[in-house]
T-cell receptor
Framework: EAGVTQFPSHSVIEKGQTVTLRCDPISGHDNLYWYRRVMGKEIKFLLHFVKESKQDESGMPNNRFLAERTGGTYSTLKVQPAELEDSGVYFC?????????????FGQGTRLTVV | DQQVKQNSPSLSVQEGRISILNCDYTNSMFDYFLWYKKYPAEGPTFLISISSIKDKNEDGRFTVFLNKSAKHLSLHIVPSQPGDSAVYFCAASYTGTASKLTFGTGTRLQVTL
């Protein structure tokens, strides 16, 4: 069974450009989460989808970040325009239900570097 | 305001010895705690968890202890093996915010031969 897959694994962009990160969850997992780790700091929650609906987006830093999950399958996280402080590793996770963290899996992450 | 804290950024332990990783939290509403292990260029993987109704949970070489009055939990690895070398994250959640985990900053464990 395929795990959570994220594309690209690494992206280097200039300040002011746009970047789109993609996450393919485990098939059948209705819950999809985005997290971010800025270097050396904690892994921070960004948002949570249940199918195609945003259940909780309280962790989104500002309106330069836009997450979508069309059709309740894969999700994209767009940063436009990117700023230097957006650099970090973006993780996606999926789970069959919101409370079953022992059954949640994380992707390998996308390392975003804004220069 | 960091609600989950791992005050030791790194820890070095000899193979065969016990590794003890610590985690403190400030939010008394947290009722479920997890430890994740992360290798370079990989995502965090679930290791062990504990509910606030327990004070200990064991899974093979890994044991998590929870001290609610001190708002402290620890992960014990016995015996430590070189393959345990990784970054360990403590995480917490509570029923009201089941949609998200609050993580600590991680502790890098190195198990030496």
């Amino acid at each position: 069974e395929a795990g959570v897959t994220q594309f690209p694994s690494h992206s280097v962009i200039e300040k002011g450009q746009t970047v789109t990160l993609r996450c393919d969850p485990i098939s059948g997992h209705d819950n999809l989460y985005w997290y971010r780790r800025v270097m050396g700091k904690e892994i921070k929650f960004l948002l949570h989808f249940v199918k195609e609906s945003k259940q909780d987006e309280s962790g989104m830093p500002n309106n330069r970040f836009l997450a979508e999950r069309t059709g309740g399958t894969y999700s994209t996280l767009k940063v436009q325009p990117a700023e230097l402080e957006d650099s970090g590793v973006y993780f996606c996770a999926s789970s069959p239900s919101p409370w079953r963290w022992t059954e949640a899996f994380f992707g390998q992450g996308t390392r975003l570097t804004v220069v | 305001d960091q609600q989950v804290k791992q005050n030791s950024p790194s820890l070095s332990v000899q193979e065969g010895r016990i590794s003890i990783l610590n985690c403190d939290y400030t939010n008394s509403m947290f009722d479920y705690f997890l430890w994740y292990k992360k290798y370079p260029a990989e995502g965090p993987t679930f290791l062990i968890s504990i509910s606030s109704i327990k004070d200990k949970n064991e899974d093979g070489r890994f044991t998590v202890f929870l001290n609610k009055s001190a708002k402290h939990l620890s992960l014990h690895i016995v015996p430590s093996q070189p393959g345990d070398s990784a970054v360990y994250f403590c995480a917490a959640s509570y029923t009201g915010t089941a949609s998200k985990l609050t993580f600590g900053t991680g502790t890098r464990l190195q198990v030496t031969l």
